[in-house]
């Protein structure tokens, strides 16, 4: 499709981290509706992501660790890789033939914040260099993957975006929820630090009329960034809004503490 040019590794990445916006998560999920391949893709992208998730803590990243990071990232890079360091501008750019996944390319994405996933970026790199991430996957692993990708590709996903109302830096937080089957992906950015004896509390508000549902405690990195992927939640459950509360440090079970964001659904049903 489009003349042999495709969605390059990153902004698939960002896509999967449901990070893009406006004009540039236009053209790439229309592309992606028309061209099987970059889905593929976009599928590994996704199952390296969660790889990710799944086998890094997500920790506060160390003061001068992402600068760090950044800076190993550009020495290492191979000049036929695809990956950039400043994923700002879609482009599409063709991609060599059928490339092993370049990890590098989601170590960027991550660390460069505008992902959010809050790693220990120095196990993260130990990590990649052993490229235990091409390592064999379990069954478990890969129904996971198929899991996350399918709730971004949904059509019925309800999707929204939750801002502050009064702050001098906005934090904001996107999330993506599929009601049918309670799972949902949450990412924060421009969040407050917290006292170590308070964390932020996600919440899925029933539309229903139901008690708010925990959705997962954390705690933002320096940069201020945040992510919930995947936390248990039943299914079957629509959502009317989604709201972010300041908690104590183990989270719990009823919003207590002042919401510091919220926001409806714009789409799904
Ligand atoms: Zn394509």
Redesign the pocket.
């Known amino acids: 499709?489009?003349g042999g040019?495709?969605?390059v590794q990153e902004d698939l990445a960002l896509y999967a981290m449901a990070s893009l916006r406006g004009e540039d998560l236009t053209a790439v999920s229309a592309?992606l509706q028309s061209?099987a391949?970059?889905r593929e893709e976009l599928k590994a992208v996704a199952s390296d992501l969660t790889a990710l998730g799944m086998s890094v803590d997500q920790q506060p990243v160390p003061e001068g660790a992402r600068q760090h990071f950044m800076d190993s990232i550009r020495a290492d890079v191979r000049p036929d890789s695809t990956a950039r360091t400043v994923p700002a501008i879609i482009s599409f750019a063709k991609r060599p033939a059928k490339t092993a996944w370049v990890p590098w390319a989601i170590a960027a994405a991550l660390a460069v914040g505008a992902a959010g996933l809050s790693v220990k970026v120095n196990t993260l790199r130990e990590q990649l260099r052993e490229q235990s991430l091409l390592a064999v996957r379990s069954t478990e692993e890969n129904v996971h993957s198929q899991r996350v990708l399918n709730l971004l590709m949904a059509p019925s996903a309800q999707r929204a975006t939750l801002t502050a109302t009064k702050t001098a830096v906005v934090p904001t937080g996107h999330a993506i929820y599929l009601a049918d089957r309670g799972e949902l992906i949450f990412q924060g950015s421009n969040l407050k630090s917290l006292p170590a004896d308070k964390a932020y509390e996600l919440w899925v508000i029933p539309a229903n009329g139901s008690a708010p549902i925990p959705a997962g405690v954390f705690r933002p990195d320096k940069g201020g960034d945040a992510s919930v992927v995947m936390p248990p939640l039943p299914p079957g459950i629509p959502a009317k809004a989604f709201a972010v509360t300041i908690e104590r440090a183990e989270g719990s079970s009823m919003p207590m503490g002042p919401a510091v964001l919220s926001g409806a659904p714009t789409s799904g049903e």
């Open positions: 499709m489009n040019t495709h969605i592309h061209c391949e970059c």
